[in-house]
């Protein structure tokens, strides 16, 4: 399985971002997909999952302000970041749960205050 993310940038504190996450491969093995975010010098840590069944679990940190979702039909999953704050700055990751655990490159959000 192949995982390519995009959609990272820079925004002022309070924007919007879209992020993206397209699978490819054998994708017929992944039952769980999601997002994980490291700060500098701070651990990976989960920011969303969803599921193959659509059930989602969010971080704390993001709940009510991030939605991610899931197109089975184009083998992608998305993670909608609203009102951003700077502590929302990282490199962001998209990961899939199947046969193995699977990672995909790494995308900037940096949220200026």
């Known amino acids: 399985v192949q995982l390519q993310a995009c959609g990272g940038g820079l925004v002022q504190a309070g924007g919007s971002l879209r992020l993206s996450c397209e699978a490819s491969?054998?994708?017929?093995?992944?039952?769980?997909m999601g997002w994980y975010r490291q700060a500098p010098g701070k651990q990976r840590e989960l920011v969303a999952t969803i599921t193959s069944g659509g059930s989602t679990a969010y971080a704390d940190s993001v709940k009510g302000r991030f939605t991610i979702s899931r197109d089975s039909a184009k083998n992608t999953v998305s993670l909608l970041m609203n009102s951003l704050k700077p502590e929302d700055t990282a490199v962001y990751y998209c990961?899939?749960?199947?046969?193995?655990?699977?990672w995909g490159q790494g995308t900037q959000v940096t949220v200026s205050s």
């Open positions: 491969g054998s994708i017929f093995s992944i039952n769980v």
């Open positions: 990961k899939a749960n199947g046969d193995f655990r699977y």
